[in-house]
């Protein structure tokens, strides 16, 4: 796939917006939700590229930005389910290699190697290291917990989602050595108390540290993603 292809400017074109009628029986928020992907553009055009989700858009956007996939690196893709970002890392790095995880069941990706597991388990990420077979150039985490309607909670739990993704990165990540820069890794986040101290762990093995909201991002969501590039080993500790 091209980069640069067009996505933005598709994705972002005007179209009739789709009324959903309320079913009875139906929840309203059931009802609101089916409304957003009715009228969403990036929906429909996820849908006729072939993408699995519309999320993939999201990773898109970051690496046509910031070029983080490249062709024959070795990638990590957590939280992978149902796989438009394993999708568009396996597109993007011909010649090397994608492993993906997530503890629900997804189907095959052509030039991925998908694995079933929990990322707490510790099986499961000794069967990371060993299907990878080697430092990583860059590690994705798109995890995100069951939200529980109390936004300190959820926050909570996304932050221990990202700490935990963060222990794994500083393990398998490859480090900057000679013209190398080093691994990279990318966690989504969601705004709140708790972000200042990851971002400084952050800082202490990373070159660059930037926040992001990809514009297919829904603007209402509280979602951002946090890019570290330059992985430095043992930098800080």
Known sequence: MA????????????????RVKTAKGRPLSST???GRQLNDPYVAEAKRRGYRSRAA????????????????????DLGAAPGGWTQVAAQRVKGGQVVALDVLEMDPVAGATVLCADFYAPEALAQLRSTLGGPADLVLSDMAPPTTGEPDTDHLRIMSLAEASLAFALEVL??????????????????????????AGLRRHFATVRRIKPPASRPESSELYVVATGFRSGAGG
Do not use: C
């Open 57 to 76: 858009f999201k990773l898109i956007e970051m690496d046509d930005k910031l070029h983080l996939l490249r062709p024959g690196a070795r990638v990590v």
């Open 32 to 34: 609101r939700w089916l």
């Open 3 to 18: 980069r640069g292809s067009g996505h933005g400017r598709e994705a972002g074109s005007r179209r009739l917006a789709a």
């Open 174 to 199: 490859k480090p900057a050595q000679g013209k190398y820069p080093g691994g990279a890794f990318v966690v989504k986040l969601r705004q709140g108390a708790g972000e200042q101290e990851f971002f």
